[in-house]
DNA sequence: ATGAAAGCGCTAACAC
DNA sequence: GTGTTAGCGCTTTCAT
């Protein structure tokens, strides 16, 4: 910083106060509109804060009294997702309407890169945090138990969480596609999902579809899961190989929808018939599937309402407001004709 | 805040500081890996950091010192596209390489919001901030240049920036595909469009399609820009509406490649051949085309490195480094298909 | 309805 | 290599 450069952030409220010939707590109390003085003294303070431009530093607000701030941090695993994209946007609407910042982290599901993430974050004193998936190192679990910070965790549905969790109940979506599925008469399924990371947040699903085929005695056929972000083309070139290696499939339940459309347009690019050489399943509900000539198999999800409910879960936890400890948000198989 | 409950976050630098026989200031060198200490100190400080669970609050030191954050605020449209995530992936990624915290805000485009989130984030003394789009209300411009607080403009190659801009050239990106179109003996050419707002984020390549037209002497025969966000089913209606008003469009080029591959599964629902009976052209070359048995006619654009470029124009304005006020990130037309 | 004093946890500046 | 002092801008507490 330069010498000669005037303070960042321009006035302050001993300045504003003066200006308006009150004390800096009369002030105070105006900005924060608590009571405690006459609407006139308001009028005065509040055209000195016009006038100066003061903009209040909340870091010195939450510094002296509480110690704790607004802020609040959210981590995903990727921001590139439009799931997890309309989750944290629904998550920072609802936040910001409850006067919070949003702070945010992508961890890539990697756990090292979440905690340390976190440990900058805390440093910040945040009024909550909200992570993804249930998967976190030895190191961050102890770090919020000693803050004693509420958290919710959110995605994966957790039965017994840290603090507070909102999710799917992937387990249960697995599973019942696995038995739409197999209603269906297909016997030689597969699985594609793909996961750039160790920790893993398609893995619940797919054990939920694999109990679906065991409970039927069926096994899955073959379970390619590449080191990859999910998208469209992980999926093409993912059922590429997945039936490259076995002739014999004659369905493949996806990761989502994105590697489901992937794959679907592998399969036709081959001449397949959509379902009869092969079937297909997605999941997430994504628009893109809107526009198909097929309508996709898949499950559809809440993502705005985990978000709305994540954020008002952990709103309610800094009021210590009763919350409910395990939030699930909803699901819904929607039959299509490509199963 | 119950009385009972312990301080948030736990002890302090000088509990530290005290428990390891130093003074608070050694205690802070060590922490800050500044010189002035022992190493034999810097492990017996160390050593009470780990035991104690100590975590820095970063409120007091902002607030004690320099009044200056390693907070950054972002601002972008929205959080649900895969464009301006990627771009808010790359930026996040960038900053925190560099040490900073992201603060996201999603304006939908409207000023206003942008305005709001802007006072409520640079309440916490921020770095920097970068947002979207060239259009801001007075009251941000305003409160910018009074905090002069370093800012990055994205999205828009901005000419005359407030401090920095680091943009695409929309407007080449309209005026090149328009000029493609017509050398492919397009004639009865229409725009297909989205804006959620009234910022107008895509009405600058509509001028540079436009403009190439018209040194053709050719008139844009339909100009559709729906109220609505930019996405695959806005490009399956949007283009069903158009086509319904104007039988003679032999062509059409889209807000972005979400609404391009709307607007294509809407025309091969038809039975329409394309390009010959159809011409479909694109913006963003997003994954979603690599997929499908057309190769999309599209503009490709290079969302990571805007990010990035973004970033650290942002970090060298912090340090006061020399920093280029205007940079492009690269577009470049990538020939398919469709048109 | 308003004001005065104290202090939050940290670091810059200056001693030693 | 280490310690002391002062102060950042605000809010809390207690007077008036």
Not at 77 to 89: C, I
Not at 189 to 206: D, L, P, Q, W
Not at 260 to 270: D, E, R, T
Request: glycine fraction near 10%; charged fraction near 20%; charge should be negative.
């Amino acid at each position: 910083m330069t010498g000669t450069s005037p303070r960042r952030g321009g006035s302050t409220l001993a300045e504003v106060a003066k200006a308006a010939g009150v004390s800096k707590m009369t002030a105070s109390r105006v900005l924060r509109d608590a009571s405690g003085f006459s609407s006139e003294t308001r009028d005065r303070v509040l055209r000195e804060v016009e006038r100066l431009g003061y903009v209040p530093n909340r870091l010195a607000a939450a510094f002296g009294s509480d110690q704790t701030s607004t802020l609040v941090g959210v981590c995903v695993p990727r921001l590139t997702s439009s799931l997890f994209g309309s989750v944290l946007d629904s998550i920072d609407h609802t936040l910001s309407k409850f006067g919070y910042q949003t702070m945010i982290g992508a961890h890539e599901q990697s756990p090292q890169a979440e905690e340390s993430w976190l440990r900058a974050i805390l440093a910040w004193r945040p009024a909550g945090v909200i992570l993804s998936g249930r998967k976190h190192t030895p190191g961050t679990v102890e770090i919020l138990r000693a803050q004693s910070i509420p958290v919710v965790e959110i995605w994966n549905l957790n039965t017994s969480p840290l603090d507070v969790s909102v999710g799917f109940n992937h387990f249960d979506c697995g599973y019942e596609m696995g038995r739409f599925m197999l209603g269906r008469g297909h016997s030689n399924i597969a699985y594609v999902g793909a996961e750039s990371n160790a920790a893993g947040m398609g893995e619940v699903r797919y054990q939920g579809f694999e109990n679906a085929l065991a409970d039927a005695g069926v096994e899955c056929v073959a379970k390619e899961v590449l080191v990859d972000r999910p998208g469209f083309y992980a999926g093409f070139y993912g059922t590429e190989t997945v039936l490259s290696r076995n002739a014999e499939i004659d369905s493949i339940y996806y990761h989502d929808d994105t590697m489901a459309v992937g794959g679907l347009f592998y399969c036709k690019s081959k001449g397949m018939r959509i379902p009869d050489d092969i079937a297909i399943a997605g999941w997430g509900g994504m628009e893109v599937a809107s526009v198909l000539p097929e309508r996709l198999t898949t499950t559809s999800v809440t993502t705005q309402a985990l978000g709305k409910s994540a954020a008002e879960a952990l709103v309610a936890r800094i009021r210590e407001e009763p919350v409910e400890d395990v939030l699930v948000a909803s699901t819904r198989l929607v039959p299509g004709n490509t199963v």
